[in-house]
């Protein structure tokens, strides 16, 4: 049994080789339905992977008040249903002084702006860095990691000490490598001292997360003193069983300090860093049904090619079936070598889909910055797809060369 299975597969692969160009045509077709589906998904995989890792870091034991909630209600064409105010300083600092709930952190920042010049000596920055004034909380909730020197003190925070915390790019731009610890830079002609370093984080649609520059609170409200600036607050519970109570006790307070009825709607929102990374994932997983309908679509087209060109060969070869018939070969011999055909164009296909597709998924994830990871799932889906488009373009094929009559197949000219 096993020697004739391994003859028809001979049989077949001899027949692949000398119809090569429309077996290679074939494959063409079949890899390029299966690349859009491996290509795709493992895109939306690298987009998954770095949503998840940014969002994570910040634990899924915090929670931020900000201006609007996550998914905001509109109206029609585009409008938002109602305008929040803007979380002033004033808000931000009497939350702070108020919010007593037990085992939590709060921190409050604000970005003074996204287009600073640093200067260290005779070198400087391009007007692409990011300052932010914060808190000595502010790492802590964030998940932000200090790789060399040290926090934010409570000191540095209320005496307004001009001290910074920088991220990992200035390091090699802008201090050519050397430690930048205990060094002192310039920030809109104010100086600082470098106390602590960031780890790395990259980059995350196009913005740095490694250019930034982290200054005392109230020394940056003095250098950025723009209208209308937003703060955020952002409330770390050391214990995730009390996050409900946490948030709770944070609406209540935020309600009284700004001062609504209990009829009111919260005029700001509250969101909980897991439960954004579900929204996001949600999102994505809307992405990843699109990319299997569009795939499936061109799948469809190459099972049906690849029907159409077994149907062609099938006709092609109806004398080589009724001799093998005559010569005594049983009709699951027949449907075995031309199904076993199919199996191997629509696997050489599938494995070609998945190369191009993964390095199309490691293109897009090297240009957009996103954290790349095999993506298994996918593989796993086009592997099982190739199959199956090989087996049900294959299996009508098979049956109408076993059908076959050997004597009107030996008559066939």
């Not at 969101?271 to 994505?284: A, E, F, G, M």
């Amino acid at each position: 049994m096993f020697s004739l299975a391994k003859e028809n597969i001979k049989i077949a692969l001899d027949s692949i080789r000398s119809q090569l160009l429309r077996t290679i045509l074939t494959v063409i077709i079949i890899t390029i339905g299966i690349t859009a589906l491996v290509g795709i998904l493992s895109a939306i995989n690298a987009l998954e992977n770095t949503i998840s890792s940014d969002f994570a870091s910040m634990g899924a034991n915090t929670f931020n008040l900000q201006q609007y909630d996550f998914n905001l209600q509109t109206r029609g064409r585009g409008k938002r249903e109602k305008i929040n105010p803007v979380i002033t300083y004033r808000d931000a600092k009497e939350f702070k002084d108020k919010y007593l709930y037990p085992y939590t952190k709060t921190s409050i920042s604000f970005t003074g702006t996204s287009a600073a010049e640093i200067k260290y000596q005779a070198n400087k920055t391009d007007p692409e860095a990011s300052v932010l004034g914060v808190n000595e909380n502010f790492m802590n909730n964030s998940g932000l990691v200090i790789e060399s020197g040290r926090d934010f003190s409570y000191f540095d925070i209320e005496n307004n000490i001009n001290v910074c915390i920088l991220g990992a790019d200035f390091v090699s731009g802008l201090f050519n490598g050397i430690s930048p610890i205990n060094k002192t830079i310039s920030v809109r002609g104010a100086k600082f001292k470098v106390i602590g370093v960031l780890e790395s984080k990259g980059s995350t649609f196009g913005n740095n997360e490694d250019l930034r520059v982290f200054i005392p609170i109230q020394t940056a409200r003095s250098i950025f003193n723009q209208a209308n600036i937003n703060y955020n607050i952002s409330v770390m519970v050391e214990d995730k069983q009390m996050i409900e109570g946490a948030e709770d006790e944070a609406t209540i307070t935020f309600r009284n300090i700004r001062k609504l009825n209990p009829r009111e709607e919260n005029n700001f929102g509250i969101v909980r860093s897991d439960s954004l990374i579900n929204q996001i994932l949600k999102i994505t997983g809307y992405l990843n049904l699109a990319a299997i309908i569009i795939s499936f679509i061109t799948i469809l087209g190459s099972s049906i090619a690849l029907m159409n060109i077994m149907l062609v060969s099938v006709t092609e070869r109806t004398r080589e079936i009724g001799v093998r018939k005559a010569l005594g070969a049983k009709k699951n011999t027949i449907a075995f070598q031309f199904f076993a055909e199919t199996i191997i164009i629509g696997q050489l296909g599938g494995i070609c889909g998945i190369i191009f597709g993964m390095l199309i998924g490691l293109l897009v994830a090297s240009v957009a910055n996103l954290t790349f990871t095999i993506p298994w799932l996918a593989i796993g889906i086009a592997t099982s797809v190739s199959l199956i488009i090989a087996i049900i373009s294959g299996l009508f094929p098979a049956i109408k060369a076993a059908r076959q009559n050997p004597i009107e197949s030996l008559r066939y000219e």
